[in-house]
């Protein structure tokens, strides 16, 4: 009895163990949305959390077996790329130049690749410290072996200082890349080619089986800075080390949220999107100094500086869940942020490695800086972002894609309260305004600034400037001017004051809406929805309007639509789940009093739109920004408003949910009796006290705590839907 009872103990203590050391790596899969819907891929990048060097093999998508090249460095997220590396083999003829590795199998992770070639000759692995890279290349067959290098940009060049030192250096966007590499083996051989502006090199290192190690560093300062970057962090040719060391960063960074239950499927689809809510912001700073594109100088620096940010992507999801899981980054990016005003004068949009990119609309910075001092960050200086987010406002361009001050534009804005429109057909006459694509954005443009106004007003006291409240309080009204209340609809005016006839709010498209329709953008008034509800009528009313968004017809066939609007892909009626503008409108029915809409229509759209396989990202995943939605809707909530910290409960897919916050404390939800049929929300409690209320606030989630759901199969209508249950909108 004692040896049977000793066999049992000894076994449940390596369970324990097994459990303990089980790594939530297993469950990352980055092939998952590797073949775009209508739209981009997503990249299996391999990179240590948020930082500077990041590495993918270079195909059109995951279906594609040919891998063009590995590029050194994602400059900037599907914008820019520094220089190429692929081993290839064989005779040298003209091929060589752009022969390609054609894939028999590959393994992918963020902190490790492998791929080998069809034919057997080649097989390559890679993996990667913050500013380095190293690739082990294994030769077979005895046939001439080589390193292609190239550079990927203009006025490029690639120099060879001995048989085993690699450097070079390129332009891109007004700037320089530069780097450094070392080989384990001697370059037998060179050979040079120029191709359309790019420079090749190929590098002959074995005319037999071979393993050639290839370890480098990038720099956007020096290739004495690459030099010293790689000295810092690759110090000898131990690969299974580096792999080692960067597989345990990653683990520690996917256990801060641990989850059980669902399925294994679900597992793999949560983990693997949170693994890409850290491709970006990326930290530049090299060991002390970083090169700023804001101002063209190399600055002496200790503390990070982080680019490659689309905001109007990454403010509604993305920077909300950093905001919880580490806010002393977050914080970092926002001084960033405000460096970056020091440095130009102007707040970025796009705050790229290149410098600022004026993409999309809206005062983004001034809804992420407000959001994160509403949940308690304080480590930046709020006067200088809010000197920043009120010169945005009031003396740059609103215009789409467009960067610096003011037009006559902008100018007809702050005096009338809205953007005017063209009638269909008219000939723009404003000349900064993008005439081939973009167009003026006329409704888009209100309604985002009207949110970003009212978020400008909530900082405003904070700032010390008080008398500012009641200015940005009345902008934030703006909204109002472009709903026609007889149509139910967001609706453009011309300049003089007309509804724009003729005007159908579902084909309309980007002289008014970006990159949606106004359907869409019918919910897009963040920060005033009881305002909203009273133009269309009342909750009722409202109501009954959200139900029909998901049931609308296109009117037409889908390709036709989609050559109007190529971004409203994850169609669902008239709800578009592959893109930013509608990641808070399935948990409106939270403010209209019927909370199990929410749980009945999230549980849907994960379980339609994200698929553990190549084709499980509906849109654009735009480097974490849709991923962030779905971390947050697996778990059971989101914010709608960033700007006011309230979380709205929507319906977990797990059982156990525990985030493991950064003051040493959890946040715990528990979904009792939760299944796939089980969706709906039966009672709540938090931390043991009834909550009747489809929401929690920041400060709840903060001080550590455990929220219950009792979860069943048919939905309990009473539960959250009283008048007082609504969460909390925009403050006046």
Known sequence: MRHWTLFFMLASVQCIGQQITTSNLQYVDPTIGGVGIILEPVRPTVQLPNCMLRVYPFKKDQLDDQVSHFPLNVASHRLYWNFSFLPVSGGLDESIWTKKLTVESETTTPYYYRVTSEDGADEVEYTTAERSGFFRVSFKGNEAHYLRFGTLNQNGALTVADKRTISGSEDFAGMKAY????????????????????????????????????????????????????????????????????????????????????????????????????????????????????????????????????????????????????????????????????????????????????????????????????????????????????????????????????????????????????????????????TAWEKRQAVSVTLDNSYSDWCIAQLAPYAGRDQDRALFLRRSEYYKNVFRTDKGFVWPKDKNGNWIEPFDPKLAGREYFTELNGYTFNWDVMHDWPGLFQLMGGKKKAEEKLDQLFREDAGLPKFKFWQIFPDASGLTGQFVMGNEPSFHIPYLYNYLGAPWKTQKRIRMLLNTWFPANLFGMPGDEDGGGMSAFIVFSMMGFFQVTPGVPVYNIGSPVFSNITIQLPNGKQFRITAQDNSKENKYIQEASLNGIALNKPWFTHEALAKGGVLKL???????????????????????
């Open 179 to 434: 780097f450094y590499a070392e080989l384990d083996k001697d370059i037998l051989d060179l050979k040079r080619k120029e191709e359309g502006g790019r420079q090749l090199l190929l590098a002959h290192v074995a005319d037999e089986s071979a393993t050639v190690g290839i370890r480098y560093a990038i720099s956007y300062i020096s290739a004495e800075q690459a030099k010293y970057n790689l000295q810092q962090e690759i110090k000898n040719w131990d690969f299974a080390a580096l792999k080692t060391r960067a597989y345990k960063i990653w683990d520690k960074e996917l256990s801060k949220i641990q989850v059980t239950g669902g399925s294994l499927d679900q597992k793999k689809v949560f983990y693997t999107a949170l693994y890409r809510c850290y491709e970006r912001m990326v930290n530049i700073n090299e060991y002390g100094k970083y090169y700023s594109a804001y101002d063209h100088q190399v600055h002496n620096d200790n503390e990070p500086f982080y680019v490659d940010n689309w905001l109007w992507d990454t403010y509604r999801a993305l920077e909300p869940l950093h905001i919880i899981l580490d806010p002393e980054k977050e914080t970092a990016k926002i001084h960033s942020y405000i460096t970056m005003y020091e440095q130009t004068g102007w707040m970025p949009s796009f705050a790229l490695v290149f410098g600022d990119w004026p993409a999309m609309t809206g005062n983004n910075a001034a809804i992420w800086i407000t959001d994160a001092w509403m949940k308690g960050l304080r480590g930046f200086n709020a006067k200088k972002a809010y000197e920043g987010m009120r010169k945005g406002s009031l003396e740059s361009t609103l215009l789409p894609w467009n960067n610096g001050p003011a037009t006559s534009l902008d100018s007809f804005y702050n005096e009338h309260g809205y953007m005017p429109g063209l009638a269909p057909g008219a000939r723009e006459t404003v000349k900064q305004v993008d």
């Open 710 to 732: 009792q979860m069943g199969p048919v939905a309990n209508k009473q539960w959250g839907s009283g008048d007082d249950a609504a969460p909390p909108s925009g403050i006046r």
